[in-house]
C-alpha cells in the first residue's frame, strides 16, 4: 500500500471520496454539488499520483478555472507531498496553452518571445483596421466584434472555419475580413490573444502529428476542476490530449455552470460517459462546508431550474444561525448597513478576510468601497486589477517594447509619455510609413530618422528615444530585470513625470510603480514576469489577509467564507435584465445558478440585501425585489425591514418566518408587495402598516437566537406570556423569564 493511503490527508476523507482518490487509472468523472469537496478529492488525488510514483509528476496536466485556484492547490499539494510541485504542468487552460505554445511558436509563424495582449489593446487594436477598412464603428463597435471573434475562438473557429452564417449580421458582412486582417496583424507584433492560445495550440496538433505524439509521451494523467464550465475549445483541447491515455478525471457540478455567456457548455460534463464509455463516475453528497440553512437556501433555490440533473446538498452540520434578509432604502444604505454588520461580526471574533460581498455586476461595489474607506474597514476588490492602473500599464508598456520592440501596440501607447513633443502628427507619420512597408513601429521610426520627414526637433527626441530603446535591450541580457525596469523608468522621465505631478495621486503612482518592480523580482527574468502578466490579466487577484473581499459572483466560483454577504437581490440586477432579454429561460436559469453559487460560498452567515431605490443613469428609480428572495425558504429567514418606528432612521424591524410564514396576507413587505404588484417602494412610505401583528418586541420566537446573562447562548422553544422554555447551548433546557434575555439579531 502506497504511503498516501495512510496519510491523514486520506483517512479523513469519505468512503466515495476516497474512492476517488485511489481511482487512479481510467475516465473518472465526479460530479457532485457544492462544498461536497471536489477540489479537495482532486488535490489529494495529486498527491496520490505522486506518491504511488504511479508517474512522475511531470507527466501530470491539472487544470484549476483560475490562476489563484491554482496557486492554492499546489501550495496544497505541497504541504500534502511535503516538496516543491512546480514539475506538475498546474494551471489554468490559458496558462498551460501558453506554455505549449511557447515550445512550438515557429510552428504557427510567432516567435516564442511571443506577447499576450490585453483585452484592451486588443480592442484597440481592432479599432485601427476597422477604421481603416471603412466601417462604422459607432455602429459596429470594436469592442462588440473583439466579443464575436472570442466567441468564435470559443468555438475553435478559425477565419477559414467560421462560415457566412455564423457573421451574417455583423459589419454587413464584413466580420470575417477583420477577423482575419486582425490575425495576420497580430502575427506580424508576434502577439496573440488570449483565444489564440487555445486555438493554436490545436492547430499544432492537427497539423503537426509529430508534435502531439510528444505530448502524448509527456502527459499522461489529467485532472480537471470546475469541468462544467469548459467551452468547447477547452472540451477539444482536453479530448485530444487524453485520447492516448484516457486516464482523465473530471470533477464538476451542473449546478454551478456560470459561464454559459462566455461559451461553456454544461454538456460537456454531462456527456462525459458518452465520450469515455469506460468511464466511472462518483458522486459526492455531503456538504462540508456550510450550515443546514445555508444549504436548504441553496437547495430551494436550485429546485426551480428545470434543466438540471436534479441533486440535494446534504449536511451532518447544525443548522446554524438564520439567513438574514435586510431590505434598505437605497444602495448607500445598503452599504452602510452591510459594513455595520462586518464590524459586528469582526468585534465577535470573525476575521475580515473570512468575509465577503458578492455582487452581481462589478459597478455594484462602488458604494461598498466609498463605504468601507470611509470607516476604515481594510477590503480589496478582486478583479480591479492592480495591473490595470495607468501607471503599471505605462510601466509595462515600455518594458514590452524593451522585450520586443516590435511590439507596437505598447510602442504607440508609451512613445509620448511623458510629454515629449512626439505628437499625433509624428505617431500618424511612423504608423503611415509601418503599414505602407509592413513593418513595425519601430523599425518604421527608425528609417523615417534616416530620412529628413521630421521636423528636426521631433527627430532629435526620437533619435533618443530609439536609442534608448536599443540600448536597455542590450542591457537586458546584462543586468538584473529588476534593475533594468528602475532604470527604464528613471531614464525615460517617467519617474519624474510622477514626482512633477505633486500630488497625492501621483504619490500613489510613484508606490505602485515601487510595487510593480517587487513583483517583478519573484521572476527570473522579465519575459517569464511579463507573460506571468498577460496572464493575472485575465481576471483574477488574490486578496491579502486581514481583508473583507469585493468581487462579482462569477469570481467567487470555487471559494469558501465564513461570512457571505449578496447584496442587490433585485430584479433586473439580479437576476439581471440583460441575460434574460438575451437568452431568456436559459440565461434565467443561468442566474439562479449563479445564486446557488453565491449561497454555497458561505459556511456559517449568509447576508442577503434588497434596496427599494436605485439609482439609474443618475435618475432614482423603486426596484421589485429579486424573484431568488421568494425562492429562499422562509423558514430559514429573517427578515429585516428598515423603518422609522423607533424615530430612529435606520433601525430595523425584524420579522421571524419561523413564525410568521403562515400569515401570508401579513407577510413581509417584498412578499407583500409582490403578491399586490405594489412596487416596495410605495410600503416605505407607510413603513409601519400591518407591521404591528408582526413586530412584536415582547414576543420571543420559536427558534430564537437569544442570550442569558448566566446560561449563555440559547435556543428559545416555547413560551408563555414571560416565561420561556431555553435550550441553551452549553447549559442545556432551561426555563427563564424574559427580562433577564436579550435577542440576538
Ligand atoms: P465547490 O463546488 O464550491 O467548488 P467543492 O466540491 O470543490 O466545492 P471543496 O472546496 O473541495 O468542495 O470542499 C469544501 C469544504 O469542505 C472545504 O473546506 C474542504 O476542506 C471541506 N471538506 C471536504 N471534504 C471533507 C471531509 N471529508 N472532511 C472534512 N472536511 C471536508
Ligand atoms: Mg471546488
Given at each position: 500500500?502506497?504511503?498516501?493511503?495512510?496519510?491523514?490527508?486520506?483517512?479523513?476523507?469519505?468512503?466515495?471520496?476516497?474512492?476517488?482518490?485511489?481511482?487512479?487509472?481510467?475516465?473518472?468523472?465526479?460530479?457532485?454539488?457544492?462544498?461536497t469537496?471536489?477540489?479537495?478529492?482532486?488535490?489529494?488525488?495529486l498527491?496520490?499520483?505522486?506518491?504511488?510514483?504511479?508517474?512522475?509528476?511531470?507527466?501530470i496536466?491539472?487544470?484549476?478555472?483560475?490562476?489563484?485556484?491554482?496557486?492554492?492547490?499546489?501550495?496544497?499539494?505541497e504541504?500534502?507531498?511535503?516538496?516543491?510541485?512546480?514539475?506538475?504542468?498546474?494551471?489554468?487552460?490559458?496558462?498551460?496553452?501558453?506554455?505549449?505554445?511557447?515550445?512550438?511558436?515557429?510552428?504557427?509563424?510567432?516567435?516564442?518571445?511571443?506577447?499576450?495582449?490585453?483585452?484592451?489593446?486588443?480592442?484597440?487594436?481592432?479599432?485601427?483596421?476597422?477604421?481603416?477598412?471603412?466601417?462604422?464603428?459607432?455602429k459596429?463597435?470594436?469592442k462588440?466584434?473583439?466579443?464575436?471573434?472570442?466567441?468564435?475562438?470559443?468555438?475553435?473557429?478559425?477565419?477559414?472555419?467560421?462560415?457566412?452564417?455564423?457573421?451574417?449580421?455583423?459589419?454587413?458582412?464584413?466580420?470575417?475580413?477583420?477577423?482575419?486582417?486582425?490575425?495576420?496583424?497580430?502575427?506580424?507584433?508576434?502577439?496573440?490573444?488570449?483565444?489564440?492560445?487555445?486555438?493554436?495550440?490545436?492547430t499544432?496538433?492537427?497539423?503537426?502529428?509529430?508534435?502531439?505524439?510528444?505530448?502524448?509521451?509527456?502527459?499522461?494523467?489529467?485532472?480537471?476542476?470546475?469541468?462544467?464550465?469548459?467551452?468547447?475549445?477547452?472540451?477539444?483541447?482536453l479530448?485530444?490530449?487524453?485520447?492516448?491515455?484516457?486516464?482523465?478525471?473530471?470533477?464538476?457540478?451542473?449546478?454551478?455552470?456560470?459561464?454559459?455567456?462566455?461559451?461553456?457548455?454544461?454538456?460537456?460534463i454531462?456527456?462525459?460517459e458518452?465520450?469515455?464509455?469506460?468511464?466511472?463516475?462518483?458522486?459526492?453528497?455531503?456538504?462540508?462546508?456550510?450550515?443546514?440553512?445555508?444549504?436548504?437556501a441553496?437547495?430551494?433555490?436550485?429546485?426551480?431550474?428545470?434543466?438540471?440533473?436534479?441533486?440535494?446538498?446534504?449536511?451532518?452540520?447544525?443548522?446554524?444561525?438564520?439567513?438574514?434578509?435586510?431590505?434598505?432604502?437605497?444602495?448607500?444604505?445598503?452599504?452602510?448597513?452591510?459594513?455595520?454588520e462586518?464590524?459586528?461580526?469582526?468585534?465577535?471574533?470573525?476575521?475580515?478576510?473570512?468575509?465577503?460581498?458578492?455582487?452581481?455586476?462589478?459597478?455594484?461595489?462602488?458604494?461598498?468601497?466609498?463605504?468601507?474607506?470611509?470607516?476604515?474597514?481594510?477590503?480589496?476588490?478582486?478583479?480591479?486589477?492592480?495591473?490595470?492602473?495607468?501607471?503599471?500599464?505605462?510601466?509595462l508598456?515600455?518594458?514590452?517594447?524593451?522585450?520586443?520592440?516590435?511590439?507596437?501596440?505598447a510602442?504607440?501607447?508609451?512613445?509620448?509619455?511623458?510629454?515629449?513633443?512626439?505628437?499625433?502628427?509624428?505617431?500618424?507619420?511612423?504608423?503611415?510609413?509601418?503599414?505602407?512597408?509592413?513593418?513595425?513601429?519601430?523599425?518604421?521610426?527608425?528609417?523615417?530618422?534616416?530620412?529628413?520627414?521630421?521636423?528636426?526637433?521631433?527627430?532629435?527626441?526620437?533619435?533618443?528615444?530609439?536609442?534608448?530603446?536599443?540600448?536597455?535591450?542590450?542591457?537586458?541580457?546584462d543586468?538584473?530585470?529588476?534593475?533594468?525596469?528602475?532604470?527604464?523608468?528613471?531614464?525615460?522621465?517617467?519617474?519624474?513625470?510622477?514626482?512633477?505631478?505633486?500630488?497625492?495621486?501621483?504619490?500613489?503612482?510613484?508606490?505602485?510603480?515601487?510595487?510593480?518592480v517587487?513583483?517583478?523580482?519573484?521572476?527570473?527574468?522579465?519575459?517569464?514576469?511579463?507573460?506571468?502578466?498577460?496572464?493575472?490579466?485575465?481576471?483574477?487577484?488574490?486578496?491579502?489577509?486581514?481583508?473583507?473581499?469585493?468581487?462579482?459572483?462569477?469570481?467567487?466560483k470555487?471559494?469558501?467564507?465564513?461570512?457571505?454577504?449578496?447584496?442587490?437581490?433585485?430584479?433586473?440586477?439580479?437576476?439581471?435584465?440583460?441575460?434574460?432579454?438575451?437568452?431568456?429561460?436559459?440565461?434565467?436559469?443561468?442566474?439562479?445558478?449563479?445564486?446557488?453559487?453565491?449561497?454555497?460560498?458561505?459556511?456559517?452567515?449568509?447576508?442577503?440585501?434588497?434596496?427599494?431605490?436605485?439609482?439609474?443613469?443618475?435618475?432614482?428609480?423603486?426596484?421589485?425585489?429579486?424573484?431568488?428572495?421568494?425562492?429562499?425558504?422562509?423558514?430559514?429567514?429573517?427578515?429585516?425591514?428598515?423603518?422609522?418606528l423607533?424615530?430612529?432612521?435606520?433601525?430595523?424591524?425584524?420579522?421571524?418566518?419561523?413564525?410568521?410564514h403562515?400569515?401570508?396576507?401579513?407577510?413581509?413587505?417584498?412578499?407583500?408587495?409582490?403578491?399586490?404588484?405594489?412596487?416596495?417602494?410605495?410600503?416605505?412610505?407607510?413603513?409601519?402598516?400591518?407591521?404591528?401583528?408582526?413586530?412584536?418586541?415582547?414576543?420571543?420566537?420559536?427558534?430564537?437566537?437569544?442570550?442569558?446573562?448566566?446560561?449563555?447562548?440559547?435556543?428559545?422553544?416555547?413560551?408563555?406570556?414571560?416565561?420561556l422554555?431555553?435550550?441553551?447551548?452549553?447549559?442545556?433546557e432551561?426555563?427563564?423569564?424574559?427580562?433577564?434575555?436579550?435577542?440576538?439579531?
Open positions: 500500500m502506497n504511503q498516501f493511503l495512510n496519510n491523514k490527508a486520506f483517512l479523513e476523507l469519505n468512503e466515495n471520496q476516497k474512492l476517488a482518490v485511489k481511482t487512479l487509472n481510467g475516465p473518472l468523472l465526479v460530479l457532485s454539488g457544492a462544498g469537496g471536489k477540489t479537495r478529492v482532486l488535490t489529494a488525488r498527491a496520490n499520483l505522486i506518491y504511488s510514483r504511479i508517474t512522475n509528476p511531470w507527466n496536466l491539472a487544470v484549476t478555472f483560475t490562476n489563484k485556484a491554482a496557486r492554492e492547490m499546489k501550495f496544497r499539494l504541504n500534502l507531498i511535503g516538496q516543491p510541485a512546480n514539475s506538475v504542468f498546474l494551471g489554468t487552460f490559458h496558462s498551460i496553452a501558453a506554455k505549449i505554445l511557447r515550445e512550438n511558436a515557429e510552428l504557427v509563424g510567432l516567435n516564442s518571445n511571443y506577447t499576450i495582449i490585453t483585452p484592451d489593446d486588443q480592442v484597440r487594436l481592432l479599432k485601427q483596421i476597422m477604421v481603416d477598412a471603412n466601417i462604422d464603428i459607432k459596429f463597435t470594436p462588440s466584434m473583439s466579443n464575436l471573434i472570442a466567441s468564435w475562438k470559443d468555438r475553435a473557429y478559425r477565419p477559414k472555419d467560421v462560415s457566412i452564417s455564423n457573421n451574417i449580421n455583423f459589419a454587413n458582412g464584413k466580420g470575417i475580413d477583420i477577423y482575419k486582417m486582425y490575425q495576420q496583424r497580430l502575427i506580424t507584433l508576434n502577439s496573440v490573444d488570449f483565444g489564440d492560445l487555445l486555438l493554436f495550440n490545436l499544432i496538433f492537427r497539423d503537426h502529428p509529430d508534435i502531439l505524439e510528444r505530448y502524448y509521451t509527456k502527459l499522461s494523467y489529467f485532472l480537471v476542476d470546475e469541468y462544467q464550465d469548459t467551452n468547447t475549445i477547452q472540451y477539444m483541447w479530448k485530444i490530449l487524453a485520447s492516448k491515455t484516457e486516464n482523465i478525471c473530471c470533477v464538476g457540478d451542473d449546478d454551478q455552470s456560470i459561464y454559459g455567456w462566455r461559451g461553456a457548455e454544461v454538456g460537456n454531462l456527456r462525459f458518452k465520450d469515455y464509455p469506460s468511464a466511472k463516475v462518483i458522486k459526492l453528497e455531503e456538504n462540508y462546508r456550510s450550515t443546514g440553512r445555508i444549504l436548504e441553496a437547495n430551494s433555490i436550485i429546485l426551480n431550474n428545470k434543466e438540471r440533473l436534479g441533486k440535494n446538498l446534504k449536511t451532518s452540520s447544525d443548522l446554524g444561525e438564520k439567513i438574514a434578509l435586510f431590505s434598505v432604502w437605497d444602495g448607500m444604505e445598503e452599504a452602510k448597513k452591510t459594513s455595520n462586518i464590524e459586528n461580526l469582526y468585534s465577535n471574533g470573525f476575521r475580515y478576510d473570512q468575509m465577503a460581498v458578492l455582487v452581481r455586476a462589478g459597478h455594484q461595489t462602488r458604494y461598498f468601497e466609498e463605504r468601507f474607506i470611509e470607516i476604515g474597514i481594510p477590503y480589496k476588490v478582486i478583479g480591479a486589477k492592480f495591473y490595470e492602473r495607468q501607471e503599471i500599464r505605462d510601466a508598456a515600455y518594458l514590452r517594447v524593451v522585450q520586443q520592440p516590435n511590439d507596437d501596440l510602442l504607440e501607447r508609451i512613445i509620448n509619455v511623458p510629454k515629449r513633443g512626439l505628437g499625433a502628427s509624428t505617431i500618424n507619420m511612423i504608423h503611415t510609413h509601418a503599414k505602407k512597408n509592413k513593418i513595425s513601429y519601430f523599425l518604421a521610426s527608425q528609417e523615417l530618422l534616416m530620412t529628413d520627414e521630421l521636423r528636426p526637433n521631433v527627430k532629435k527626441v526620437l533619435q533618443n528615444l530609439i536609442n534608448q530603446f536599443l540600448n536597455w535591450n542590450r542591457q537586458n541580457k543586468i538584473s530585470h529588476t534593475d533594468l525596469a528602475l532604470k527604464i523608468l528613471d531614464e525615460s522621465g517617467y519617474i519624474a513625470y510622477w514626482q512633477n505631478e505633486n500630488s497625492i495621486e501621483g504619490e500613489g503612482r510613484l508606490e505602485n510603480l515601487k510595487e510593480l517587487n513583483a517583478m523580482s519573484g521572476f527570473e527574468n522579465l519575459a517569464g514576469f511579463l507573460e506571468h502578466i498577460s496572464l493575472v490579466m485575465d481576471g483574477d487577484n488574490e486578496a491579502e489577509a486581514g481583508e473583507v473581499s469585493l468581487m462579482t459572483l462569477h469570481a467567487a470555487g471559494l469558501e467564507f465564513e461570512v457571505v454577504f449578496l447584496p442587490g437581490w433585485e430584479e433586473g440586477i439580479f437576476p439581471s435584465q440583460r441575460s434574460i432579454d438575451e437568452t431568456g429561460l436559459a440565461g434565467l436559469e443561468e442566474e439562479r445558478r449563479l445564486a446557488y453559487v453565491g449561497i454555497t460560498r458561505a459556511k456559517k452567515r449568509l447576508f442577503v440585501t434588497f434596496a427599494a431605490n436605485r439609482q439609474v443613469h443618475g435618475l432614482w428609480q423603486g426596484s421589485i425585489p429579486s424573484r431568488f428572495i421568494s425562492e429562499l425558504p422562509k423558514n430559514h429567514l429573517i427578515e429585516y425591514i428598515e423603518g422609522n423607533g424615530g430612529d432612521a435606520f433601525s430595523y424591524n425584524q420579522i421571524d418566518f419561523g413564525v410568521s403562515d400569515k401570508g396576507a401579513y407577510g413581509p413587505g417584498f412578499f407583500r408587495a409582490k403578491q399586490t404588484g405594489i412596487k416596495a417602494i410605495d410600503l416605505y412610505k407607510k413603513p409601519t402598516v400591518g407591521h404591528s401583528d408582526l413586530v412584536n418586541n415582547n414576543n420571543f420566537n420559536n427558534g430564537q437566537r437569544v442570550f442569558h446573562q448566566k446560561f449563555g447562548m440559547g435556543h428559545v422553544i416555547s413560551s408563555d406570556g414571560d416565561k422554555n431555553i435550550n441553551f447551548d452549553k447549559a442545556g432551561k426555563k427563564v423569564v424574559s427580562s433577564f434575555i436579550k435577542i440576538i439579531e
